[in-house]
């Protein structure tokens, strides 16, 4: 059996090269004074059903963008600015809104008036809304405000026991990056009317927030449901994780079953009454996946085709970065993605997942309190300790990074990581406190509101050419002539194609042995 150094030993500088990359990144549409903008999504982006790189989340009002696959962390970044200028320049020219800067939300509406995505009258479309209105009745509409960035990541010749050995280290060690890139300590107390929290008041500024927190959207007030906390989903293997996912899209949830599928009125309340609707549903720091084909679901594509990348889930936004994430944040991430792949990664246990479920919460609500301490292997050890632990382990992997891609990026974003920890004032859920106490008067939403204008207002001070702007136009356009195809090629009856999709059937079949991605 090789070690960790042997495996490091062996990758060669073209399979590093061949390393991919993209971002999702979600931000609400607000409003000056901090409340969230109640508008329908703006027309000059195009259609959220069919752009390809601008659509909606959970709300009408939460903006979701996306970049291509990229080679470089320079291109992906590139590109997600580029996104974003178009964006911005659309929203100026529209009106007052803008992006807000911070995972927790802005000033929220009561929960049933806050908008639903909507993608238009095709089947497809309206199985998206459905889905939404779903998860408002099983977790409350202002849980589904939370933004965050999602990072997908891929190494050719990594099959799917790599990825699933990667993803059970990544949840391992993903305390790290909660304290490292946590930015949401604090929210506004909209978002928490009416439910039971463990927060602290913080003047009379309507603000909540942990004294120690590293990210509330990650912890007990985030994508948290009881049904959900039932599922122990182990990552041993592909057909583990895929037989755990089939039977929670396929087993009839009580609580679920009393809301129903439709209301005496004949409106939609959900996709289905099983405990998850579809695969999305189920929450994770981390997901193995796969691109689908129209109409796919993602478990039978896993099935079919085995695990193609990694997405990671569990970044906050950044406030103090224009476009919510930076490039040393990205060569940190890559490097630690390495990390978890190349490392010794024993089989997971439940008592091993209910431990990991502990160290994430108690991270994320008190991750920079000095002396706090996580379970590892059932021993208590010091969070800062381990996390110092880990970054000595990625030494190497940055060296080698950075010989393969030339420059000292790697080791520099290393670095600037341990300093940090070694110093926790530094870490960015510190400065959003200090910045909200020394500028604000302690108040979130006006921190949050300020970063939201001045970010805004560095991107639309970018250069941008008539033929940029020009290319986005054409894309908007395209992908509403798209939908448009889309809604008058329908034929089938939207009840016959709401059963047809969650049907078991269209889950995919166990596979006997696993499919190798090796390239």
Known sequence: MTSPEQRLAALQGDRLRGMRRGIEKESLRALPDGKLAATPHPAALGSALTHPHITTDYSESQLELITGVHDTVEACLTELTEVHQFTVNSLVAKGDEMMWASSMPCGLPPDETIP?????????????????????????????????????????????????????????????????????????????????????????????????????????????????????????????????????????????????????????????????????????????????????????????????????????????EPIGIGASTLRFLDVFLLHCLLSDSPPDTPAEIRELAHNQHLTAARGREPGLNLLRNGESVPLMQWGAELIEQLVPIAAMLDTAQGGQEHASALAQASAQLKDPDTLPSARVLQAMHEQHGDSFVAFARAQSLQTHQQLAALPWSSAQQARFEAMAAKSVEDQRAIEAADSMPFEIYRQEYISAARLGRPRTQAVSLAS
């Open 116 to 320: 639903i995505g909507r993608y238009g009258s095709s089947n497809v479309g309206r199985a998206k809304s459905v889905y939404r209105m779903g998860l408002a009745h099983r977790y409350g509409r202002r849980m589904q405000t939370i933004s965050g960035i999602h990072y997908n990541w891929s190494l050719p010749g990594v099959d799917n026991a790599g990825y699933f050995a990667l993803i059970r280290n990544f949840r391992r060690h993903a305390f790290l990056l909660l304290t490292l890139f946590g930015a949401s300590p604090a929210l506004c107390s909209t978002f928490v009317e009416g439910r039971q929290h463990e927060l602290q008041k913080l003047g009379d500024t309507g603000t909540l927030y942990m004294p120690h927190g590293t990210s509330l959207r990650m912890g007990r007030l985030g994508y948290q449901s009881e049904a959900q906390a039932t599922l122990a989903v182990s990552y041993n293997d592909l057909e583990g994780y895929a037989a755990s996912l089939h039977d929670a899209l396929t087993r009839p949830w009580p609580a679920y079953e009393a809301v129903g599928i439709r209301n005496p009125g004949g409106d939609y309340n959900q996709l289905a009454t099983t405990l998850l609707q579809i695969e999305n549903e189920f929450y994770g720091t981390i997901r193995p996946k796969r691109v689908i084909k129209p109409g796919e679901r993602p478990l039978h594509a896993l099935r079919e085709r085995g695990v193609e990348y990694i997405e990671v889930r569990l970044m906050d936004l950044n406030p103090f």
